[in-house]
């Protein structure tokens, strides 16, 4: 379940101009983790207006990531990636 929420997740981040998955493609390099950036957005600011809206990714800073993660879960629904995916979206389009 968390690793088809993470595939939905990828597929819809990868949509918006400028987001960069960071995450590997292949199936056995990755699991119900999605990382990402976008050069629009300072992550950190991403991170704080996501959280605004009720979505906890965590900041990565650590060599020069400058990404958020979010980790998919048993208690994560479809709809929740949806809307995430539609934040992050207008986030970077009003950016």
Do not use: M
Request: hydrophobic share 35%; charged share 25%; aromatic share 6%.
């Amino acid at each position: 379940h968390g690793r088809a929420l993470a595939q939905q997740l990828r597929a819809g981040l990868e949509k918006i101009p400028t987001v960069e998955v960071l995450t590997p493609k292949r199936p056995e390099l990755c699991a119900s983790i999605t990382t990402f950036r976008t050069s629009k957005i300072e992550y950190g600011k991403l991170f704080g207006e996501c959280w605004k809206q009720q979505f906890r990714l965590r900041p990565v800073s650590e060599q020069g990531l400058d990404a958020n993660r979010v980790s998919t879960h048993l208690f994560n629904s479809s709809d929740e990636v949806e809307a995430l995916i539609r934040v992050v979206s207008d986030l970077v389009s009003h950016a």
